[in-house]
């Protein structure tokens, strides 16, 4: 389905039962919306009554996708870590990762897996120091801010 204009007016583009389906006028609408409505369902969905009743009653079942269109970021310049020589080890790590960068006047930014940021480095060397010691184990990510853009490297902790 499409929201042409974020009006809140689907309209139904493809009914298809295979696995893929295109808007062919996709890009005649900048500001639209789009999803998707699984029905059909091969069960029988029941809901169970309340005060422990056995007794079920049969309900109508669908799914709809995310109806938020696809947002594109502009203003980053994304670089490639290859571009900027940039690389980081040993990952995963149980107590410091050393990160080695090219670009001088860098800032590393660590971010959990939900994009808060815990801690921020300034790169003064070629080789720079994070002290892993603080971050519980898990997945991080270090953003690398640098003159020619936006870098963005994941890393593990593990005890």
């Not at 049969?58 to 310049?77: C, L």
């Not at 994070?130 to 963005?152: E, K, M, P, R, V």
Request: net charge positive.
């Amino acid at each position: 389905l499409r929201d042409d204009n974020n009006t809140g007016n689907w309209h139904v583009l493809v009914n298809t039962a295979g696995l893929a389906a295109t808007d062919p006028n996709y890009t005649s609408y900048p500001n639209g919306n789009w999803r998707v409505e699984a029905l059909g369902f091969n069960c029988t969905p029941t809901l169970r009554l309340a005060n422990n009743n056995n007794s079920v009653q049969n309900s109508f079942m669908k799914s709809s996708s995310n109806t938020i269109k696809p947002v594109m970021i502009t203003g980053i310049n994304q670089v490639t870590a290859a571009d900027a020589q940039i690389s980081l080890y040993p990952n995963p790590t149980n107590n410091m990762l050393y990160v080695t960068c090219k670009s001088k006047n860098a800032t590393l930014y660590v971010t959990d897996m939900l994009g808060k940021k815990i801690m921020q480095v300034n790169v003064e060397n070629e080789l720079t120091s994070i002290d892993a010691n603080s971050l519980s184990n898990g997945i991080y990510f270090l953003n690398i801010n640098t003159s020619n853009g936006l870098i963005t490297k994941k890393f593990v902790v593990q005890r």
